[in-house]
């Protein structure tokens, strides 16, 4: 029997004093907000509390200078959240960071781990 191997990697973007800005849980959650269309709605689909959530979303705002959402607080519309331009753009850019990341590195195993990559 033949297994075949293959490399999985994680990334982020972190801040000059290591602090996550920005990786696959915020984008997770982006993406959550703009399906729901609020933070409480993403907070339950996702199973954290709000607070978690709008931590997070905080966070990167702060250390990136930029806002991810535009909120509407309560009224009869009943609030809600939604993605920023820029939201948008940061998450099509780390949706290309990591697509090339993974290609390069898919590249690199296959170069340096070709005799490994089956074992009989």
Partial sequence: MSKKLHIRSKIWIED????????QGR??????????????AAARE???SYRAVWGKIKATEERLGKKL???????????GSSL???????????????RDIQNDADD????LFSD?????
Wanted: charged share 25%; hydrophobic share 35%.
């Fill in 69 to 79: 959402l535009s909120r509407n607080v309560g009224g009869s519309s009943g609030g």
């Fill in 27 to 40: 984008l997770k959650i982006l993406e959550s907000i703009e399906r729901n269309g609020s933070i409480s």
């Fill in 108 to 111: 690199i195993f296959a170069n």
């Fill in 16 to 23: 000059d004093r290591n602090r996550v800005v920005f990786g």
């Fill in 84 to 98: 920023t331009p820029f939201a948008m753009e940061i998450m099509q850019q780390f949706y290309r960071l990591r």
């Fill in 46 to 48: 996702l199973r954290m």
């Fill in 116 to 120: 490994q990559r089956t074992s009989k």
